[in-house]
């Protein structure tokens, strides 16, 4: 296996300098507008791994980005989710389109001896096991960045005894609709695999009844691909 540098961030001030970004607001909480990050990095393959939670609503990344067992393509709006300890891969790329979104880090600190600290464990995204991105909607994604916002807007404000409250009860907002739409997608999923094997059926029974089998014998290889074709073209 080739070997590659690992650049490792302890705390959200690292990954700021690494991205050419200002010191952030707030020590343990910090949204990136992602069309401001600037990689200081000269390296094209690296590895990433950071001891905080960051949440990535992102558009237009041009490399490669593998997390666990999924390969990430960021031309979609699309939620990614990195526990703190976890390895990322990264081929970075000269950008050609301006990149877009958002990334939320939250550090264990902030959350530390309080409800979330436990919950944040049962959500599966957060965990290397997972082998589906989650693609958003235009309505999904206003969801999540309004809720990003609010966030940003409490730790900008004075500080008092209510922020950490008030944060977390956003971050647990955020994590329970992200769930709402893995379930979401996990059924739109589920139902057009249901419509794919429906016109296999359809498609293999219509092969069969013309008396294709007994004429032809069993589908070519050159059958095959246009019968996947024809099922793409086909009406849902």
Avoid at 129 to 153: P, T
Avoid at 157 to 169: G, T
Wanted: aromatic share 14%; net charge negative; with cysteine.
């Amino acid at each position: 296996m080739k070997q590659h540098n690992v650049h490792t961030f302890h705390t959200l001030s690292e990954f700021h300098r690494i991205a050419g970004l200002p010191q952030p607001e707030h020590p343990l909480v910090s949204l990136i507008d992602y069309g401001l990050v600037d990689y200081q990095i000269d390296e094209v393959e690296i590895g990433w791994l950071q001891h905080f939670y960051s949440i990535g609503l992102k558009r237009n990344i041009q490399c490669e980005f593998r997390y666990g067992q999924s390969q990430y393509d960021f031309d979609e709006g699309l939620l990614s989710f990195v526990a703190p300890g976890q390895l990322i891969h990264l081929l970075l790329d000269k950008p050609t389109v301006k990149p877009s979104g958002w990334m939320l880090l939250i550090h264990p600190d902030f959350i530390w001896n309080t409800r979330l600290a436990k919950s944040i464990k049962q959500y599966d995204f957060f965990c290397y096991a997972v082998n589906e991105a989650l693609f958003l909607s235009q309505k999904e994604e206003s969801i999540v960045v309004d809720i990003f916002r609010q966030i940003e807007r409490e730790y900008q404000s004075n500080i008092d005894r209510f922020s950490q409250n008030i944060i977390i009860a956003q971050l647990e907002l955020l994590l329970n609709y992200s769930e709402r739409f893995y379930q979401r997608q996990f059924i739109t999923r589920k139902k057009t695999s249901h419509q794919i094997l429906d016109k296999s059926e359809t498609l293999l029974e219509k092969y069969f009844a013309d008396g294709d089998l007994t004429n032809r014998g069993l589908p070519t290889a050159q059958y095959n691909r246009r019968f996947t074709a024809h099922l793409a073209q086909l009406p849902g």
